[in-house]
Nanobody, 128 residues
Framework: QLQTVESGGGSVQAGESLRLSCAASGYSVGSQCMGWFRQAPGKERDAISTIERDGTASYAESVKGRFTISKDESRNIVYLQITSLGPQDPGQYYC??????????????????????WGQGTQVTVSS
């Protein structure tokens, strides 16, 4: 059974950091394109970062330089390190696998419809 579980969200002050985790079961994060998405209230679910099978990472312009995606294949977890949180960052953060995406296709921009096995998300709120 495929399952993806996000964790690590919370309520933080502007400028602080968080590390989000995405634990997968039933498939290997090392064998798939993995992506992190963010959905702010009333808005679309947007891709913010992806990591390819070979570890190549890509980022949306809005998070470049502040967010870092990584994976631990031995633990089957994908991480999203978030620094310098600001008013543009609150939302529900989701992780998903892009099973059908081949090498070179797993780079921003990607569409949420290309990803599968969504988790329930983890909430990030930022206070000033």
């Amino acid at each position: 059974q495929l399952q993806t579980v996000e964790s690590g969200g919370g309520s933080v002050q502007a400028g602080e950091s968080l590390r989000l985790s995405c634990a997968a079961s039933g498939y290997s994060v090392g064998s798939q394109c993995m992506g992190w998405f963010r959905q702010a209230p009333g808005k679309e679910r947007d891709a913010i970062s992806t990591i390819e099978r070979d570890g190549t990472a890509s980022y949306a312009e809005s998070v470049k330089g502040r967010f870092t995606i990584s994976k631990d294949e031995s633990r089957n977890i994908v991480y999203l390190q978030i620094t310098s949180l600001g008013p543009q960052d609150p939302g529900q953060y989701y992780c998903a696998a892009g099973f059908g995406l081949r090498s070179g296709q797993c780079q921003i921009p990607v569409q949420s419809g290309e990803f599968n096995d969504w988790g329930q998300g983890t909430q990030v709120t930022v206070s000033s």
